[in-house]
C-alpha cells in the first residue's frame, strides 16, 4: 500500500469517534513560546510532584510516624486520582475550552499543594494528595490537545518533542529540587517546601497561559459518568490493595480488592461495549483497544513505567537509610544530588532520539530495552557485591553512578520511541484518546511500580539490609525489562508497509484528547 493510500484508508475511519480528521487551524492564533512554555510548564508538574515527595518519602515517615504502606500510599494515592479523571477531563476541555479546564485544573493542584504542605498527620496528607492528583488530571491532557490545536508542521513536531522530554526528565528534576529544599530546611519547615514549591511552579504555568488560544473540539464526546467511575473504582482498589498488601501479610481483604478491581474492570469494558454499539461514544471505546499496535503500546507503557517508578521509589528509600540498616545513610540533598547523573544522560538521548530514529527507526526502542537491562543488571550486581564487601557510602554511591546513567540514557530512547511506533499504527482519528489512555496507563503504572518494587524492596531489605533489597528490586525491574523487549519484537511485526519502506520520525497527533 502506497503512503497516500494509507493515509487516506486512514482519513477514512475520521469519524468514527466523532471529531474530524484534522483539527481546524486556520481560525486559531499560534501559540506563542510563552504560552507553549506554560503548558510544559503544567506537564511538567505531573512528574515534578512524584519524583518530589518521592525523594521526601523517609523525611515525612520519620515525621509523620507514617508506616511503609502509607508512603506507598502518598505515591499510590496521587497516580489513582490521575489516572481516574485524565479521559473524562480531555472531554471537558474538548467542550467547555481546554485554556480554561487547564487554568482551572492548575488553581486547584496549587490549592492542594498549599494545604498538603501544612498538614499535621499522614491520613490529611495522603488524602489531599489525591485531590492533587484530581487536579493534575485536569490540566494534564489539554496540554497536549492544545499543542495539536495551535500548531503544525514543524512547529508541532518541536512542541511534541519538548513535551515528552520535560515529562521524561520531571521526576529526576523533582528528585533533585526536593533535596535541595529539605537540605535548607528553610525556618525548620522540613519537607514542607516540597509541595509549596508546587505552588509556585502552578502559579508561574497559570501567567504564562494567559494568552494560550482558547479550543474547542467541533464535535464534543459526552462524559460516560458511569464508566469513569467504574474506572477510577478499578484503579484505584488495585491501586490501594497492592499499596497495603505487602507490608500487612496480604490479609483476606486485601486480595478480595483485588479481585474487586478485576471485575470492575470486566464490568467496564462490557458497558464500555454497550454504550460504543447503542451508537454512543464511550470513555475509552473497544474498537480503539482492538487495534493490535495499541494493546501492545498500553501494555509496554504499564511495563515501562512500573519499572520507572519503582526504581526511582526504591533508590531514594535505599539511599536515605541509616548505615545500620544496610543503606547508604544519605540525606534527602545528597540522595537528590545522586540522581543528577541520571537526569543528565536522560536529557542528553532525549536529544539524539529524533536522529537515532531516523538511523534506525524503531528498532532503537529495543537497543534501549536492552541498554536498561546492562544497566539494571549491573546495578544489581553492584549491590549485592557491595552489601557482601561492608563497603562505605561514598564507594556505593560512585559505583552505581555509570549503571545508574545508562539505565537514565536506556529510558530515554525506549519510551519516545514505542509511542511513535504505536502512534503510526493507530488512525489519526483516535491519536489524542490513545495518548490519553497511554497517559492513564503511565500514572496507574507508576502507582503500581512503588507497590511491587517498593514491597519487594521493604521485604529483602527487613531481614538482608537496604542495600540487598535495593538490589533485588532492580533485578524485578530488569525482568520488567525483558517483558519490554519481547513486547517490542512483536510491535515491529505489526509495522505498516508505510513504515517498512523507511524509518519516520513524524508523530501523527490529531484528535480528540
Not at 164 to 171: E, K, P, W
Amino acid at each position: 500500500m502506497s503512503t497516500t493510500d494509507l493515509d487516506a484508508s486512514r482519513r477514512s475511519q475520521a469519524g468514527r469517534h466523532g471529531e474530524p480528521s484534522q483539527p481546524p487551524h486556520s481560525d486559531q492564533p499560534d501559540l506563542t513560546a510563552s504560552g507553549l512554555a506554560g503548558l510544559l510548564l503544567g506537564g511538567l508538574l505531573s512528574t515534578y510532584t512524584f519524583g518530589s515527595i518521592n525523594d521526601a518519602l523517609p523525611v515525612i515517615g520519620r515525621d509523620l510516624g507514617a508506616s511503609g504502606a502509607e508512603l506507598s500510599l502518598l505515591l499510590g494515592g496521587f497516580a489513582c486520582g490521575f489516572a481516574a479523571v485524565l479521559i473524562i477531563a480531555g472531554r471537558l476541555g474538548d467542550r467547555f475550552g481546554r485554556r480554561t479546564v487547564f487554568r482551572i485544573g492548575i488553581v486547584a493542584f496549587a490549592v492542594a499543594s498549599a494545604a498538603a504542605g501544612f498538614s499535621t498527620g499522614i491520613e490529611t496528607l495522603i488524602a489531599l494528595r489525591v485531590v492533587q492528583g484530581l487536579a493534575a488530571g485536569a490540566f494534564m491532557p489539554q496540554v497536549l490537545s492544545t499543542i495539536q490545536a495551535t500548531t503544525t508542521g514543524a512547529a508541532r513536531v518541536r512542541a511534541v518533542s519538548a513535551y515528552a522530554a520535560v515529562l521524561g526528565c520531571g521526576t529526576g528534576v523533582g528528585q533533585v529540587l526536593a533535596g535541595a529544599l529539605i537540605g535548607l530546611d528553610l525556618g525548620g519547615t522540613g519537607w514542607r517546601p516540597v509541595l509549596w514549591s508546587g505552588v509556585l511552579l502552578a502559579g508561574v504555568a497559570l501567567l504564562a497561559t494567559v494568552r494560550v488560544p482558547q479550543t474547542r473540539s467541533a464535535t464534543p464526546s459526552s462524559a460516560d459518568l458511569p464508566g469513569a467511575i467504574m474506572m477510577a473504582l478499578s484503579i484505584a482498589a488495585l491501586v490501594y490493595a497492592l499499596s497495603i498488601g505487602p507490608s500487612a501479610a496480604w490479609p483476606p481483604w486485601s486480595m478480595i480488592m483485588i479481585g474487586g478491581a478485576v471485575v470492575l474492570a470486566v464490568i467496564f469494558y462490557r458497558h464500555e461495549r454497550r454504550t460504543e454499539r447503542s451508537g454512543r461514544i464511550p470513555l475509552a471505546p473497544p474498537s480503539i483497544l482492538r487495534l493490535p499496535a495499541l494493546r501492545l503500546g498500553l501494555i509496554m507503557a504499564g511495563v515501562f513505567f512500573i519499572g520507572y517508578g519503582g526504581l526511582m521509589n526504591v533508590f531514594a528509600l535505599m539511599s536515605q537509610s541509616a548505615p545500620g540498616e544496610g543503606g547508604l545513610g544519605l540525606s534527602a540533598m545528597l540522595s537528590g544530588v545522586t540522581v543528577i547523573p541520571f537526569v543528565i544522560a536522560y536529557v542528553i538521548a532525549s536529544m539524539l532520539v529524533g536522529r537515532l530514529m531516523t538511523a534506525l527507526g524503531s528498532v532503537i526502542m529495543i537497543v534501549g530495552a536492552l541498554a536498561q537491562i546492562v544497566g539494571l543488571v549491573a546495578m544489581a550486581i553492584t549491590g549485592y557485591l557491595l552489601a557482601g564487601a561492608d563497603a562505605d557510602r561514598l564507594t556505593v554511591a560512585v559505583a552505581i553512578q555509570i549503571p545508574f546513567m545508562i539505565t537514565g540514557a536506556a529510558q530515554a530512547i525506549m519510551f519516545g520511541p514505542m509511542m511513535q511506533t504505536v502512534m503510526v499504527e493507530v488512525p489519526v482519528s483516535a491519536a489524542g484518546l490513545s495518548g490519553g489512555l497511554i497517559s492513564t496507563v503511565q500514572q496507574t503504572a507508576f502507582g503500581l511500580g512503588v507497590a511491587i518494587l517498593g514491597g519487594v524492596y521493604r521485604w529483602i531489605a527487613a531481614s538482608s539490609g537496604a542495600l540487598i533489597g535495593f538490589a533485588t528490586g532492580v533485578i524485578t525491574d530488569a525482568v520488567a525489562a525483558v517483558c519490554f523487549v519481547v513486547l517490542a519484537f512483536r510491535l515491529r511485526r505489526l509495522r505498516s508497509p508505510r513504515d517498512q519502506e523507511g524509518p519516520s520520525t513524524t508523530v501523527r497527533m490529531d484528535g480528540p484528547t
